[in-house]
């Protein structure tokens, strides 16, 4: 009789994805071995907004896995409920000058049962009392279910969990190619040597097109740079997510926030050997702008800031699971990581160790770009 052997694989991509996935591939009994080209959570993930939510519009499949997505975290909200890098506190946002936008969105999101509601600048302080009623227009929407998480807070927990369950973690182990015979993924080959494997998961953030293209697989990438701040720690009151037109702001664990936006993109410039410059001042107005949001004086103050590319593929949906032509080869390319990493991981993992398409990720195949 046969002796059935662990299966192994080799995961590409130290972000809360590629750890998420790594982690639920050994509660399945996997061998796991996790490379990243530089240290965890280095790249994308250490500079997300990571706002939990499906607000706005978006295809059917895509809003019900990001509801799945909120669900895992509520689970784990529940199971620990004084974690201070994982709150459900609600969202706000609002448009410029835009009543029949905002009125539209509501509308929509109603229809699709997600918890929305129209605040004006009278009862705003229903969703959030540390929100100034004056730097809202005439209406704004509040969703008490969404929430926000710390990525690498998060990241280190799932990490912690992947090494007691014997799982390998391989840091800067530099760029690193999928290795094929015979037109099937049977490992990788990094700076450090090779890895043999059975299967082998892609979850390189905005890289993971160009580590795909290789193998004869083209991922359209929309990837833009971004940029992440963190203040000083101050008395900062506010609970819920903020997106309003020139400000983004989560509260962050430590009495800090976290902010980012799009509108200083193109102030972002990009040095000869890869890394990013912005100067100070438009940093500093983009804690100008999110100071304008709150109610009293103390304006808020910059501790640091990371920037980076943000992963969003061609189209804007989700690429996951295994490439056709390249059995054995699955990859996890997507923007709202933060929203999906938890049940992008455990899909995944069920994808791999059973081999059977999982339906929720069925519409997400790289193969819709061929």
Same mark, same amino acid.
């Not at 835009?98 to 969703?127: C, F, I, W």
């Given at each position: 009789m046969a002796v059935k052997t662990e299966m192994k694989v080799v995961v590409l991509g130290g972000g809360v994805i590629g750890v998420s996935t790594a982690l639920e591939l050994t509660k399945r009994g996997t061998a796991v071995t996790l490379v990243t080209e530089a240290a965890l959570c280095s790249g994308a993930s250490g500079r997300s907004l990571s706002w939990l939510n499906s607000?706005?519009?978006?295809?059917?499949?895509?809003?019900?896995?990001?509801?799945?997505?909120?669900?895992?975290?509520?689970?784990?909200?529940a199971q620990q409920p004084t974690l201070d890098w994982l709150r459900f506190d609600g969202?706000?946002?609002?448009?410029?000058? @835009? =009543?029949?936008?905002? #009125? /539209?969105?509501?509308?929509?999101?109603?229809?699709?049962?997600?918890?929305?509601? %129209?605040?004006?600048?009278?009862?705003?302080?229903?969703?959030?009392?540390?929100?100034?009623? @004056? =730097?809202?227009?005439? #209406? /704004?929407?509040?969703?008490?279910?969404?929430?926000?998480?710390?990525?690498?807070? %998060?990241?280190?927990?799932?990490?912690?969990?992947f090494r007691v369950r014997g799982g390998e973690v391989i840091e800067h182990a530099g760029k690193a190619s999928v290795i094929t015979v015979n037109g099937r993924a049977c490992g990788i080959r990094s700076e450090l040597g090779e890895l043999q494997a059975d299967a082998v998961v892609v979850a390189c953030g905005p890289w993971t097109p160009d580590v795909i293209a290789p193998l004869g697989v083209t991922i359209p990438n929309g990837s833009p740079v971004s940029m992440l701040v963190i203040t000083e720690p101050g008395k900062h009151e506010l609970k819920a997510v903020l997106n309003t037109p020139r400000a983004a702001i989560r509260p962050n664990p430590g009495n800090r926030y976290a902010l980012d936006h799009d509108w200083y993109e193109a102030d972002i410039q990009k040095l000869a050997g890869g890394d990013y410059h912005i100067d100070k001042q438009v940093v500093a107005k983009l804690a100008e702008e999110a100071s304008q949001l709150l109610r009293g004086d103390e304006p808020l103050s910059v501790q640091s800031w990371k920037i980076g590319l943000k992963p969003i593929p061609g189209d804007g949906d989700p690429v996951l699971g295994q490439l056709q032509k390249v059995p054995g080869c699955y990859v996890a390319f997507t923007h709202s990581g933060a929203t999906l990493a938890l049940i992008v991981g455990e899909l995944l993992a069920e994808e791999i160790v059973s081999g059977e398409k999982h339906p929720m990720l069925a519409s997400f195949g790289a193969e819709r770009f061929s």
């Open positions: 607000a706005g519009e978006r295809s059917r499949p895509y809003h019900a896995l990001r509801m799945a997505g909120i669900d895992r975290y509520r689970t784990l909200f969202g706000v946002c609002w448009f410029s000058n @835009d =009543a029949a936008g905002t #009125q /539209a969105r509501h509308a929509y999101e109603k229809a699709h049962g997600y918890d929305s509601q %129209l605040m004006t600048p009278d009862n705003v302080a229903q969703a959030d009392a540390t929100i100034d009623p @004056d =730097a809202l227009p005439s #209406q /704004a929407i509040f969703n008490p279910g969404e929430g926000w998480v710390s990525l690498p807070h %998060l990241s280190e927990y799932l990490v912690n969990q």
